[in-house]
């Protein structure tokens, strides 16, 4: 039979009369139109949180959290599958179907610095994504529609600059107590941006305390613990202390001036209302940088997603007053976990400590000072412990016999499981996750001497003092949520282990665009069969 569209107009309605009865209902819903595509396509990623914080206090939720478990695809173990569980790395994974190897973002430091750009408005260091390699979403959806606006706004430069990749959009980020950009996307602070500044919200929300949102006895955890925050002001209420725009770092109110920013931007790009979809990103830090003083299991986390939850699900209601219900395609995930204060794991009866290779890396600096003009600075980033090769040749230094050497002393070290150099860690990759772990994390070209493998519960860290501390392989810093809503998508909560690598060939998927370059992420056959 010919398909109906090339029937003359005059016979089309009447082939419903040529369908046995029994078969009228399936022809209907065969002929029902396909929905309309989202108008906006949103990744909300909650910097720090880990894959079970939302099932931990499910019943408290009232905001987007409780919808996301009603309404979404929940996958509560997702996981940043690399070694280096740090901030630019995870972000760079969300929207790029890259792991760090393929981005070219291997840690924190080698991130977004750039001394070639500056800030506007502002001061601080230049930042740019100059080091990030291939394409994103964003590339796909601008070679489908060259016309696709974005918008990606967070704390932090790399959290907003990350996952969009090189493209040059609306990357918006907050430096010493304003939202600004750098002279890599633009000359001048958009005026929306400006007009916001001007409105004073840093200054209005610095010094107001930070008081439990619930009853005391809404809170398990107890509010007397002099390990968080490094022994100062540790119980509530809190307030944010001078300098001001540092201090509100450690409130729930500078995710509160990430959404309402977020907001302006929507409406003064007006996202969403186009027949073809926009992106919008948002990168909330709070958890982040509370999390970091206060630890995981501290009433101050607990507090301050209960005030996330419901300042998100006041945003997403915004967003769908402007464009439409069922218009939005949202996913939610994070860059990394974090681990606990070992100090506190310990007094539960389990093991946990501090991997002391910083006080290991000073020491051979020290040696390699003494002993060789000229040789490089060895770095220690999370158990991966680099430097330029070619200058230790240069300054008489053998790499493969120091890295031999590095990884003989680490092994000594408590809180070791497995030490990996650039000859030895092939051999691991077939038989051991974590070395697979590291394998994703560092591109062929990048010159490193050794990769450590922690105990579950340790951290990488010289000794109690320090903030709550992730960047492990271990499934407390790889573990986070991916979450997707919007038409079409199942709801439920599913044991899949998916990864953020997944994320953007899955939402590819979803908006019919052919992806670029080589993947290590694919659809999730879940939402995608």
Do not use: C
Request: net charge positive; glycine share 10%; charged share 20%.
């Amino acid at each position: 039979m010919l398909p109906a569209a090339r029937f003359p107009r005059r016979f089309r309605l009447p082939l419903l009369l040529l369908v046995p009865a029994a078969g009228v209902v399936a022809a209907l819903a065969a002929f029902r139109p396909a929905p309309a595509p989202p108008a906006l396509v949103i990744l909300v990623t909650v910097d720090q949180m880990r894959g079970d914080y939302l099932l931990r206090w499910r019943t408290q939720w009232t905001g987007a959290f409780r919808r996301l478990e009603r309404e979404a695809a929940v996958f509560p173990e997702g996981r940043q599958d690399h070694a280096l569980t740090e901030t630019a790395p995870g972000h760079a994974t969300l929207l790029s179907g890259r792991v760090p190897a393929g981005t070219g973002i291997v840690t924190n430091g080698l991130g977004v610095g750039d001394s070639t750009v500056h800030l506007l408005g502002t001061t601080g260091g230049g930042a740019s994504p100059w080091r990030f390699r291939g394409p994103t979403l964003v590339d796909w959806l601008r070679r489908a529609d060259s016309g696709t606006r974005v918008l990606s706004v967070s704390a932090k430069d790399r959290a907003a600059i990350l996952p969009i990749g090189k493209t040059r959009a609306s990357v918006i980020w907050y430096s010493d107590g304003r939202f600004t950009t750098s002279s890599y996307y633009r000359d001048t602070l958009p005026e929306w941006v400006e007009a916001w500044n001007a409105r004073g919200g840093v200054a209005a929300v610095s010094g107001r305390p930070w008081r439990l949102l619930l009853p005391d006895s809404a809170y398990p955890e107890p509010d007397s613990v002099p390990r968080e925050n490094r022994g100062k002001d540790f119980t509530f209420p809190h307030v944010a202390h001078e300098p001001v725009a540092e201090g509100v770092k450690r409130t729930p109110w500078v995710d509160s001036l990430i959404l309402d920013l977020t907001l302006a931007g929507v409406r003064a790009l007006d996202l969403g209302r186009r027949a073809r979809p926009d992106l919008l990103a948002v990168s909330l830090s709070g958890t982040d940088y509370i999390g970091h003083a206060f630890g995981p299991d501290s009433r101050e986390v607990h507090d301050h997603l209960l005030h996330v939850d419901r300042w998100l699900g006041q945003f997403l209601d915004s967003l769908e007053a402007r464009v439409g219900k069922g218009r939005v395609l949202l996913v939610l995930s994070a860059d990394h976990g974090v681990t606990p204060f070992p100090e506190l794991t310990q007094a539960r009866g389990q093991d946990a400590g501090y991997l002391r290779l910083g006080a290991l890396t000073r020491e051979v600096n020290r040696q390699l000072r003494d002993r060789y003009a000229g040789a490089p600075r060895l770095v220690q980033d999370n158990g991966l412990l680099y430097a330029d090769r070619e200058q230790l040749r240069e300054a008489g230094v053998s790499p493969e016999s120091l890295a031999t050497a590095l990884a003989a002393q680490a092994w000594r070290l408590p809180g070791v499981v497995d030490a990996w150099t650039p000859a030895t860690l092939g051999a691991a990759l077939p038989v051991n996750l974590h070395a697979r772990r590291w394998a994703r994390q560092l591109p062929r070209d990048f010159s490193w001497l050794l990769a450590v493998q922690a105990k579950p519960g340790w951290v990488y860290a010289d000794g109690p003092g320090s903030d709550a501390q992730h960047g492990t392989t271990n499934d407390d810093d790889a573990g986070v949520p991916v979450i997707f809503l919007g038409p079409g998508i199942p709801a439920g909560i599913f044991p899949d282990t998916v990864r953020t690598v997944d994320i953007a060939p899955t939402l590819a998927s979803l908006l019919g665009l052919k992806p670029e370059g080589r993947l290590d992420g694919r659809p999730i056959r879940r939402l995608t069969r």
